[in-house]
């Protein structure tokens, strides 16, 4: 008996040289690209996106030590994880419709902005064909405008309004020789740079704008208990259970990494093109 036993002991202590082998190293390389990815402006998002392949591995080892327990679960069917799924999937199509519905917002007040400033050079050519003074105002406000949108991904906050550009824009807009007496031309101007201010405040606002943190922790929280719900359909089936939760896992983790890029994408602050002037 205890010959045979000894062979057994060595290949069970071979087997566990071999995984701390491998396990060892990887860890390793885990630990050093996550302090890698730290140092990077995507690692919060990267950590997101992993989060719930971290949770459904989780759940996996948990249920298969669950099912050789004497408090292994039998009889759930499959139907059952549907009622934690239906949560799951309207919370992140809400925080979806948000996200959406704040870029719609930006490409509609870009169009404004942008609608705007050629109303203001169409007003100031009618006037005076070649309004020197007017193209180099909307000229320096887009300028501006352009280091804003540049230097906003890079200071992690959104470039406060350009206040010398459109100071001087307003100038031009209350000066009566601008528009050579003009007041119909003078009212519609002023009118069309009230528009260009707000849509750019508006456009500050919304790049600061973000999902709030509570909202994330709800999506998990709903996504976890989907995972659970799915192994309790599976307990017993290793196989089918692996597979089941693994799948939505991935599912989860997409869904996770694409809201959290939609919310705060690496870009900077919308912006008119400077290309608005070559036609006037």
């Not at 239906?86 to 942008?114: G, M, N, P, Y």
């Not at 869904?255 to 690496?266: E, K």
Request: proline share 4%.
């Amino acid at each position: 008996m205890a010959a045979i036993t000894r062979p057994v002991l060595e290949g069970r202590a071979q087997l566990v040289l071999a995984w701390l082998a491998v396990l060892i190293p990887l860890a390793w390389g885990i630990r050093a690209a996550m302090e890698e990815a730290a140092a990077l402006e995507l690692s919060s998002k990267l950590g997101l996106t992993v989060l719930p392949l971290l949770l459904g591995v989780a759940v996996c080892f948990f249920f298969l030590h669950l099912d050789r327990s004497r408090f292994t679960i039998r009889g759930v069917v499959g139907p059952y994880f549907s009622s934690v799924a239906i949560l799951f999937a309207l919370f992140a199509s809400l925080l979806a419709a948000e996200v959406w519905q704040r870029q719609e917002k930006k490409d509609v007040l870009l169009h404004q902005e942008t609608k705007s400033l050629k109303v203001m050079l169409y007003i100031a050519a009618s006037i005076d064909s070649d309004a020197y003074d007017v193209r180099n105002a909307i000229s320096g406000y887009l300028s501006h405008t352009a280091y804003g949108a540049e230097l906003a991904p890079r200071s992690g906050s959104a470039e406060p309004l350009p206040s010398e550009a459109l100071k001087k824009l307003y100038r031009l807009a209350i000066d009566p020789a601008t528009f050579k007496g003009n007041t119909v031309a003078n009212a519609a101007f002023l009118q069309s740079l009230n528009v260009v201010r707000s849509a750019r405040e508006d456009l500050t606002d919304l790049y600061k704008a973000r999902i709030v943190h509570s909202k994330f922790f709800a999506l998990l929280l709903f996504g976890l208990l989907t995972q659970i719900a799915i192994a309790f359909c599976h307990a017993g089936n290793t196989r089918a259970l692996g597979a089941g939760v693994m799948l939505f896992s991935v599912a989860f983790s997409l869904a996770i990494g694409i809201l959290s890029l939609l919310d705060d994408p690496d870009e900077g602050l919308p912006m008119v093109s400077a290309t608005l002037l070559n036609g006037f």
